[in-house]
């Protein structure tokens, strides 16, 4: 435990001081954090005191001490006439309630990722019905389109159908009467 080291983003989680006032506090009281509290941005981080620390300065703060006075405090020359808030704390509780928080994160972040899944395969489905029923859409205006060829060649079936009856009737009536030049048929 007195190893772990924390993220500008899992302090603020844990102490509710936004990164901003994390920053302003280890530029103003830079004497007071670890040399790993005083990098860059992206390579900050806290330890157990350094948090502890930051607790220290935000109630001050809030109490309106100056800046003199919470240096003070800090390098244990002064107390505060009343009992900090930070001294209820206790560092396991934070750090194990920081840990919970993260565990819960994990799994509403792996639910987020199992409801993404199933929404992409919603609109995989959703995305594929409406390729079939652009499809059958398209199929339809062709078919619409084919109407009058359609209609073209049925009056050309219809036409031949009569030409056939035609022929067929003469064939009929040329069978009674004895065949073609009366030969019998």
Known sequence: MANDL???????????????TLRRYVHLYREFFSETAQRPSKGRRFTQQDINNLLMIRHLYNANHGLEKIQAALKGEWVPPAKPQYDNLDALTLVENARQQMTNAGDYARQARANAQQAQNVVNAASHMLDQFR???AARVDHRQQIPVILEKLEQLEKRIEKLEEKKLYQDANKRRGGLFGLGG
């Open 6 to 20: 924390w993220t500008t983003g899992q302090t603020s989680g844990l102490t509710q001081i936004p990164p901003q």
């Open 135 to 137: 499809d059958v859409i």
